[in-house]
């Protein structure tokens, strides 16, 4: 039989004194304050999904992290000293750990909501600090304890405690955009079965098998235990397989996982059915909620095992959705209902006739309800399109439901505040009765709050109406624009709008992506959250400054979903390395979008091209320096290790010459001397030096030199072009590959002066442990992570070249591979001059005209061309393969 010592609510073993009875009151009362403040912000926050961007999101979180959150922290605690029979935790320490769970998740919200990474990393660090003080608690309470039957139970709870601090992690990943776009889609998988799979159904999942046999009054059956222990290790071994698999994007992986936890739940399942008997229960009500709970649990797994099994990530991404109301309010919302239906009239009264009127009045019209319930989840979480009125009629059953519950809910509470008082209640002249009343108001009124919260997070709904942002300038007498704006694929598209000073400029917005997104204007308007095929005006009034554009959905701006509104008469600030402008240079039209818009955002490697330079950073100057005066030029390479950012946010180790990867650009004339001091810095490896512009015997010029050492390597530039030098050491591959390269420019006889003259080196990027097998590999399979030009992927997007109107500008390009040359051209611009491995191929005045400069690997020369007029030209290796990967940039040409 069921009996008091194990029961949870009453304890067991040795009773704990008054003083800490008292404690443990006003400790839970204080908690079932802080949930229900978390509640009235969810309800705050769904009522305004309509006009506040993310809001759904919002209510969702704060119901989750803060309150669902705060109350399993308490319960769990509480259960565990129960089911353990454990002494009580030191009160203070369990104050310490509940306030550092609410300050941290306080912390992440706000950091979420106001795009502050540092804040969002100090919350998720207070967070998971105290989920992991709590997890330390929960195993320590285990070691020494009496234990009991129901002692399992609480390994449910340490395996959630894990599964949050595992979402906490996976969540800060996804909120600050660190795994880049590639790895969005399996993370944010991984955090949602992390959390709500873990965190949630664990708990969850654990206690039924506690309050299962509680409600219907009958004896636990004989393999509970044992039973409960093989549950766990189902669902706890699958959920920890199925994240892993998630976040590593293997689907492979994670399909066992799933399917493992759902074996789980099912053998629960199973027993739970066995358990029941012909006798009616305690609480029919509570009983059968119970059931559709874990009915819909089920569900929920095997719809999720079946997406994951079928699809791909991203498309599974997207249809989680249908997902949420199953497990928000099948799942938990029924828990709730079902649990407080049968310990409510516990809770509020203490002789079995209250106890029982109270629960009568709590049951009324139970089945309508149940059915009227689930009918609304099952419209919530149809995968089908459903015409408007059956896809509103969802969420109406629901909370129509809720209210029902609601006033139930109410009238018991004015009941039992009618002096409804047992024997155990007047003793001592009832003051013991009143003392109780305060924690179980508090518990009552938190436990409806959390129940109504639950029924509404997850409302909301979309229209296609238009939207004015206020405080935007009115319509000037300047012209009206409007731009089509597609939201799809973690992608903002066009990524840079370009207008004039004074436009009245509308964004007519439309997401083709299965996936809600929004757009939020800087200082501007924001549309709410748009389904699929949703589409909204943005009204920005007169836009006389450039300012930014992105989705609000948390690491959806950090994974690259923002636009740049570009003001073209705005001045710019303009840096000492010849490049400015301080966008990316994408085009909101087809050619140029084609060569260097949203397809070029990200590479194979994971780079997310879209992302911010490190503060500070400034790109490489492209300008060739005149070459210097007399005929015998001197320099000093100093071959070392340098860490250098080779693209948005990403640092890397590279070998270098002079501190740079590529090393700097000698220039010179036909006939001039080179002396050129190599000084190995560098402590772990020797170097070497190749000049291809020389022609010499390499046994001592090119010869390694040990750490330490120099060598003076003399040439003579007996011809034009433009040449490569790179480490002579072996194996090249790995030092070309890492940096040890650079450009020598040797004017031809004869040549004329151009406005401008650009040398840009291109080459392949392998990141990784320099040297390392997976390195090594990259460069053998000519699989690199991104292609650069100077150097640095996408820099001079971000930078652009300045050139005006009319200006001849020269470009002089040099291929250093390792492995693949290059077919650079200029998108909008014919070349009228053609200097290719020291030989014209076109010259001004010439009938024909060029469209690519095509280098093997090591080739060089260079082109050259006027700009027609203002505007951005791309400039790419037209391999789009490799434009893709990084090798692109704009010349920005003024009037």
């Known amino acids: 039989m069921y009996t008091k010592s194990d029961d949870p609510a009453g304890g067991g073993g040795r009773p704990p004194s008054r003083f800490k009875r008292s404690g443990l009151r006003s400790r839970h009362l204080a908690a079932h304050v802080l949930v229900a403040a978390w509640v009235v912000l969810t309800l705050s926050a769904a009522s305004v999904q309509q006009t506040v961007p993310a809001a759904r999101w919002l209510a969702v979180h704060l119901f989750l992290l803060g309150a669902a959150t705060t109350a399993i922290v308490v319960w769990s605690e509480h259960f565990a000293v129960a089911m353990l029979h454990a002494p009580l935790p030191d009160r203070r320490w369990s104050n310490t750990r509940l306030a550092g769970v609410n300050v941290g998740a306080v912390g992440v919200l706000t950091g979420l909501w106001t795009d502050l990474h540092v804040l969002t990393g100090v919350g998720c660090a207070l967070l998971i600090a105290a989920v992991g003080a709590h997890l330390v608690v ?261 909370g129509a439901v809720g209210v029902a519950f609601l006033a139930l809910v109410v009238r018991v509470l004015v009941r039992s505040g009618q002096g409804l008082f047992t024997d155990g209640d007047k003793t001592d002249g009832g003051k013991a009765g009143v003392a109780r009343r305060p924690v179980l108001w508090g518990s009552a009124a938190g436990a409806v709050l959390i129940v109504l919260a639950v029924l509404v997070a997850n409302s909301g709904g979309d229209t296609n109406s238009e939207a004015s942002g206020a405080g935007t300038a009115g319509a000037g007498a300047g012209t009206t624009r409007t731009v089509d704006v597609t939201l799809a694929d973690m992608r903002i598209r066009p990524a840079r709008v370009e207008v004039a000073a004074g436009t009245s400029l509308r964004l007519k917005i439309t997401n083709t ?77 087809g050619h140029a979008s084609g060569h260097d818009g949203h397809s070029a955002t990200a590479t194979a490697g994971g780079l997310d ?30 071959a070392a290790h340098t860490t250098v950012e080779v693209a948005p946010g990403v640092k890397q180790q590279m070998w270098t010459f002079g501190g740079t990867a590529p090393g700097p650009t000698l220039h010179g004339k036909v006939g001039d001397v080179f002396e050129i001091t190599l000084v190995n810095d560098d402590q772990s490896m020797g170097h070497g030096i190749d000049f291809h512009a020389g022609s010499l015997a390499p046994d001592k010029p090119m010869r390694t030199i040990q750490p330490g050492e120099r060598l003076v390597y003399r040439f003579r530039a007996e011809k034009a072009g433009a040449w490569l030098y790179h480490c002579s050491t072996a194996p090249m591959l790995q030092h070309i590959g890492n940096g040890m390269y650079g450009a020598v420019v040797i004017d031809p006889p004869g040549l004329k002066k151009a406005d401008h003259e650009y040398v840009l080196v291109s080459s392949e990027l392998f990141l990784g442990t320099l040297g390392s097998t997976a390195q090594v590999a990259k460069m053998t399979n000519g699989t690199p992570d ?72 090591a080739q060089g020369g260079f082109v050259e061309t006027t700009f027609p007029e203002a505007g951005h030209y791309a400039f790419v290796d037209h391999d789009m393969r490799h434009a893709q990967a990084g090798a692109h940039g704009t010349v920005e040409v003024s009037n």
Request: with cysteine; aromatic share 6%.
């Open 138 to 398: 929960l195993v320590r309470m285990g070691r020494g304890a009496l234990g009991g039957r129901l002692a399992p139970i609480a390994d449910y709870y340490r395996a959630a405690a894990a599964a949050l601090i595992i979402g906490a992690v996976l969540g800060w990943l996804l909120a600050t955009g660190k795994a880049g776009p590639h790895h969005y889609s399996g993370l944010k998988l991984a955090h949602v079965h992390a959390t709500l799979l873990g965190w949630i159904g664990l708990p969850v999942l654990g206690t039924m098998f506690m309050l299962w046999p509680t409600v219907l009054g009958v004896r636990m059956a004989e393999h509970t235990t044992r039973l409960a222990r093989r549950v766990l290790v189902l669902t706890a071994g699958g959920l920890l397989t199925a994240v892993a698999g998630l976040s590593a994007g293997w689907r492979a992986v994670a399909v066992p996982g799933v399917a493992l936890y759902g074996a789980g739940v099912a053998v629960a399942a199973h027993l739970f059915a066995r358990t029941v008997r012909r006798r009616p229960a305690i609480s029919a009500a509570a009983a059968w909620m119970l059931a559709a709970a874990m009915g819909w649990l089920l569900v929920g797994v095997v719809a999720d095992l079946v997406l994951l099994a079928a699809r791909p990530l991203a498309e599974v991404r997207d249809d989680f959705g249908t997902l949420i109301p199953v497990l928000l309010i099948g799942l938990i919302g029924q828990v709730l209902i079902g649990a407080l239906t049968y310990l409510l009239p516990i809770v509020l009264t203490s002789g079995p006739k209250e106890r029982a009127a109270l629960r009568a009045v709590l049951e009324r019209g139970w089945m309508p309800r149940l059915v009227v319930l689930n009918l609304g989840v099952a419209l919530l979480a149809s995968p089908l399109p459903l015409p408007d009125p059956l896809g509103s009629a969802g969420m109406l059953l629901v």
């Open 513 to 589: 992506d299965t996936q809600r997104h929004d757009l939020k204007v800087e200082d501007g308007p924001a549309t709410p959250m748009l389904a699929e095929g949703d589409t909204r005006t943005l009204d920005l009034g007169q836009v006389t400054q450039s300012r930014e554009a992105w989705c609000t959905l948390p690491g959806h701006r950090a994974a690259g979903m923002t636009m740049d509104i570009v003001v073209t008469g705005e001045s710019r600030e303009t840096g000492d390395t010849g490049t400015s402008g301080d966008t990316s240079a994408s085009g909101d039209t």
């Open 609 to 638: 091209l879209s992302a911010d330079f490190s503060a500070g950073w400034k790109p490489r100057r492209a300008d060739l320096a005149p070459a210097p005066g007399g005929t015998v030029h001197k320099a000093e390479l100093r």
């Open 786 to 857: 991104a292609r650069v030009f100077n150097g640095i992927a996408a820099q001079y997007a971000k930078k652009p070249l300045q050139v005006k109107t009319g200006e001849r500008a020269r470009f002089w390009v040099i291929a250093a591979g390792p492995g693949d040359g290059i077919a650079f051209h200029i998108v909008g611009t014919v070349f009228d001059t053609v200097y290719k491995e020291g030989a014209y191929l076109l010259k001004p005045g010439d009938a024909g005209g060029s469209q690519v400069l095509d280098l093997a690997t």
